[in-house]
Each structure stands twice: as structure tokens, then as C-alpha cells.
């Protein structure tokens, strides 16, 4: 059984805006515990490698997923701290065959993509 943890941020400052923009509740989300609001109105490249070394040493973490625009800087030191990064381009070509085998493995129950919403507090029945 694979558990997956997965973590998202945005901008605290940017909250709202992308909210509108984009047409969905990122303050709920946030409120829910899916979604981390970093500081400031920008990227904070100094607050999301802590939080991934924190989890790192909460759980036996494997790998790290990451698309590699604009992550040159936060890779180099997650793998200079020892971390296994993989590099995952985030585009059609790219995805349309990881995605089916991860529908493949969910259903399969061989992934418990659930263990993010009981990390958040959310009770899975």
C-alpha cells in the first residue's frame, strides 16, 4: 500500500484574488487544512523547504514529486539535505499515462490517496 501526502501552498496575500480568478474556495481549502497560506503576497522559497524537511522527518518519505519550472533553487537544496526528487512535468503528454495508472492504483485500493485528509483532520469512513 502506497499512502500519499500530498501538500499545497499559496500566497497568503494572494488568497482571495485567486480565489476569484480562478472560481474555487482556496480560503475553505486552506481552512480545511488542504492548502498551506505562506506569508506575504509571494513565493516564500524559505518557509516550503522547512515544511518539507518537517514532514521528511515525520514520515519515511520516498520521493518527492516536483515540476521543474521555477524549482531549480528548492530542488538543489532539498537534494543537498539527501531527498529523492523526481521530476514530474506537469503537461498532457507527460501526465496522461502516470494519471491512468494512478486511477488504476486508487481503485485498485493500492494507493490511500485519503491519508492528505486525516493529516487535515478529516475523519475517512
Known amino acids: 500500500m502506497v499512502h500519499l501526502l500530498s501538500n499545497f501552498w499559496c500566497p497568503e496575500e494572494q488568497v482571495h484574488k485567486r480565489s476569484l480568478r480562478d472560481a474555487v474556495p482556496y480560503e475553505v ?70 494519471t491512468k495508472e494512478f486511477e488504476w492504483r486508487v481503485l485498485s485500493q493500492e494507493i490511500d490517496h485519503a491519508a492528505m485528509l486525516c493529516c487535515a483532520g478529516w475523519r475517512i469512513t
Open 29 to 98: 481549502w486552506i481552512d480545511d487544512g488542504f492548502i498551506t497560506a505562506t506569508p506575504g503576497s509571494t513565493i516564500d522559497y524559505a518557509f516550503i523547504p522547512a515544511r518539507i524537511k518537517e514532514l521528511c522527518a515525520r514520515y519515511r518519505i520516498k520521493a518527492i514529486m516536483y515540476d521543474p519550472s521555477d524549482a531549480t533553487s528548492l530542488v538543489q537544496e532539498l537534494r543537498g539535505d539527501g531527498l529523492n526528487m523526481v521530476e514530474m512535468r506537469q503537461g498532457l503528454i507527460s501526465m496522461n499515462a502516470p
